[in-house]
């Protein structure tokens, strides 16, 4: 560890230099919590180690200080965010639980425009009003070909980070390359695109489902929630089950805040039990939203029929 390194980075601390944000991390061992250099709180130079990456920090056991809230901070390109995912937590929490929160992985103007291209009817190929199917009540639209570039990148790059736990579990031999693996749909005739963003307003929900679109199945998916719970919305909560054989559905919950990620699995995965592994099968939802509008961006790696 460089002294002079950490001197400097005491600097910024001391100083609540926003510019340093991101650069590092502060840890305070007396609270455990970890922090951006910007933040308020005066810890004591004694009760802070740095972390490089939060990674780091949080693998070290430090919890997100809920006043700079260092976990809704980000920076960089996508490469640079995807990069600084733990991906072996992720496995370890996709393996364990089905699905694993990735953070926050787009910043407040890129679920703005996000949100703001809903109303722009050329980038989208068809949408779906929920109730017509008894999906629920709100409605979605799929993105045509070619999707917009924030788009593209997100699904090619979070299925280049997340095709070792899909082989894993299926032992399927996925292509590295979403390209490639695009050519893999397109020969069981699946060519339409998937990705879409969901619109939701009060008394809006989604019943549990599994987002299949004909044989061939990348096993897991990535939803990306567009606008802030407590805030642009209130309810809402995104709701998976698990079924497991003979036995009655087990409910989990995944805090989401605008801009953050979660993986999860598309309809089957492995679970390790004490007899050795079994399949059980995943559904997915939306409880009803209460008040306000909740928007949500769905990156599903198959193509459609
Ligand atoms: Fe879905
Ligand atoms: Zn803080």
């Known amino acids: 560890m460089s002294t002079t390194i950490d001197e400097m980075r005491w600097k910024a601390v001391v100083a609540r230099d926003a510019r340093a944000n991101g650069q590092f ?134 299925y280049a980070a997340i095709v070792p736990v899909a082989r894993a579990w299926t032992g399927q031999t996925y292509p590295a390359d979403h390209a490639d693996y695009r050519r893999q749909c397109k020969a069981k005739g699946q060519t339409r695109p998937t990705p879409l963003i969901l619109k939701y307003g009060p008394g809006d929900y989604n019943r549990l489902h599994q987002d299949l679109y004909g044989d061939e199945v990348f096993p897991i998916q990535i939803a990306i929630l567009l606008s802030q719970p407590g805030k642009d919305f209130d309810g809402g909560e995104f709701v998976m089950t698990e079924q497991s054989p003979r036995k009655q559905s087990r409910a989990m919950v995944a805090p989401l805040e605008k801009g953050f990620a979660i993986a999860f699995a598309v309809n089957e995965r492995p679970k390790e039990g004490a007899r050795g592994t079994y399949k059980v099968k995943m559904r997915h939802g939306v409880s009803e939203i209460r008040s306000g509008s909740r928007y949500c961006l769905g990156i599903i790696f198959h193509n459609a029929i």
């Not at 809920?66 to 072996?88: H, M, Q, Y």
Request: positive net charge.
């Open 25 to 158: 991390w502060s840890c305070v061992r007396t609270t455990g919590v970890y922090c951006l250099p910007s933040c308020a709180g005066r810890p004591k130079r004694e009760n802070v180690i740095f972390a490089a990456r939060r990674a780091d920090a949080e693998r070290a056991g430090f919890r997100p200080c809920k006043r700079c809230r260092p976990d809704r901070f980000v920076s960089g390109n996508l490469s640079e965010r995807l990069g600084a995912i733990d991906w072996s937590r992720v496995t370890t929490d996709l393996n364990q639980n089905g699905w694993a929160s990735l953070g926050r992985i787009l910043n407040d103007s890129e679920c703005a425009d996000l949100i703001d291209n809903y109303d722009t009817p050329d980038c989208y190929r068809s949408t779906v009003h929920m109730r017509r199917h008894s999906f629920g009540e709100g409605e979605y639209k799929y993105f045509s070909y070619p999707l917009p570039p924030l788009v593209a990148e997100l699904r090619t790059k979070l």
